[in-house]
C-alpha cells in the first residue's frame, strides 16, 4: 500500500505548496526537534528600504547614496536592491562602476572615477579598524535596521541604515514548532544586534550571528553534533552548502535556484509557516505506511 500512500500524499503536499524533492529526508522530517533558518528573505522578506544616511562632513547624504548605488548597481543582494531602488526614488542618476566585485559575505567594492568605493557590513569595518559614530550604529541596529558602510580610497564617507519586513507568518511558525517540541535557531551573516531584534520579534530561541557563507555549513555540522536532528530553511546562493549538510534541507521558492536545486523541499508559497505543514505531513504520511 505504500506506494498509493505516498502517490497521495505527494498531491496533497503539492496542494499544500510543498515541492518534496527528496522522498527520504522528507519522510525522516517527523524525527526532526531543530529547525534553523535564515535571517533575510527566510525569516524576513528580504526587501530592504533606505531608512537613514549619516553622512561624514565632507559628504552629503545624496553623494554618499549615489556612490552606494554606483557600486551596488550590478550586486543582486537585497541590500544592493533596497539602495538602487532608493536612489532612483530620489532621482540620483547612477553612473559608471568599474572592476566591481563582491567581498563574499562582507560586502562589495568598485571603481568610481578612478577612486576605489566600498560598500561594506560593520564585521569589515571593525576587522579593518576604521573609526566611526557607534552610538549611531548602536541606536539605528538596536531597531533591527541593517547598516552598511560606504568608504572612498579606505575612508569612511557615511552609514546607510536599510529596515526589513519581518514576515507575520515566520512568528506563527515559530510558535508552532514550540508548541511541537521543536527548537527554533536563527543563522544569519547580519550583525549581532539586528538578529537579536529579528529573533526577538519571530521568538526565535538561538541565534548565530555575522556568521560567514562558508561557516554556514559548518555550524550546521556543529548543531547535529550537540546531538539536534535539524533540518536548514533558507533562501540564498551563501545557504546552499547548509541546506546539503542539515538532516532536511528546506528552500523558500522565491529563492535563488541554487537553493531551490540543492534542498530536500521547497516552499513554494514561501510561507515559513510550511515547515510546519511539512513536519505534520511526515508524521501522517508515516503512519498511514506502519
Ligand atoms: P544573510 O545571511 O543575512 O543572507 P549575507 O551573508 O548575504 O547575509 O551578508 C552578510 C552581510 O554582508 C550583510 O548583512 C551586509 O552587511 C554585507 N553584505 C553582503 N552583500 C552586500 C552588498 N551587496 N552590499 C552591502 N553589504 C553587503
Ligand atoms: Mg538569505
Not at 542539515?246 to 522565491?254: E, K, Y
Amino acid at each position: 500500500a505504500a506506494p498509493l500512500v505516498v502517490a497521495v500524499s505527494t498531491s496533497i503536499s503539492a496542494k499544500q505548496g510543498l515541492l518534496i524533492r527528496n522522498r527520504a529526508d522528507f519522510e525522516g522530517a517527523r524525527n526532526l526537534n531543530a529547525v534553523v533558518f535564515d535571517k533575510t528573505g527566510t525569516l524576513t522578506k528580504g526587501e530592504f528600504g533606505v531608512t537613514d544616511i549619516i553622512s561624514e562632513s565632507s559628504y552629503s547624504d545624496k553623494e554618499v547614496l549615489q556612490l552606494a548605488a554606483i557600486i551596488e548597481q550590478n550586486s543582486e543582494h537585497p541590500i544592493a536592491t533596497g539602495i538602487v531602488k532608493s536612489a532612483k526614488e530620489k532621482g540620483i542618476t547612477i553612473g559608471k562602476v568599474n572592476d566591481f566585485e563582491s567581498i563574499t559575505g562582507k560586502g562589495i567594492q568598485g571603481q568610481i572615477e578612478g577612486q576605489k568605493v566600498n560598500v561594506v557590513s560593520p564585521g569589515y569595518v571593525n576587522s579593518n579598524q576604521l573609526t566611526y559614530n557607534h552610538l549611531q550604529f548602536n541606536k539605528l541596529s538596536e531597531e533591527g535596521k541593517t547598516v552598511v558602510f560606504v568608504l572612498v580610497e579606505d575612508r569612511l564617507a557615511g552609514m546607510i541604515a536599510l529596515a526589513d519586513i519581518v514576515r507575520d507568518t515566520a512568528k506563527e511558525a515559530v510558535a508552532a514548532l514550540k508548541a511541537r517540541g521543536i527548537h527554533s535557531i536563527m543563522l544569519t551573516g547580519d550583525n549581532k544586534k539586528v538578529a537579536n531584534w529579528v529573533a526577538a520579534q519571530v521568538g526565535i530561541d538561538e541565534v548565530y550571528a555575522e556568521v560567514l557563507p562558508e561557516d554556514k555549513a559548518k555550524q550546521i555540522k556543529k548543531i547535529k553534533e550537540k546531538g539536534w536532528r535539524v533540518a536548514m530553511t533558507g533562501d540564498g546562493v551563501n545557504d546552499a552548502p547548509a541546506l546539503a549538510t542539515a538532516d532536511l534541507g528546506i528552500a523558500i521558492g522565491a529563492g535563488t535556484d541554487v537553493a531551490m536545486e540543492t534542498a530536500d523541499v521547497v516552499l513554494v508559497k514561501s510561507n515559513p509557516n510550511d515547515v510546519v505543514t511539512l513536519i505534520d505531513l511526515s508524521k501522517k504520511t508515516y503512519r498511514k505506511m506502519v
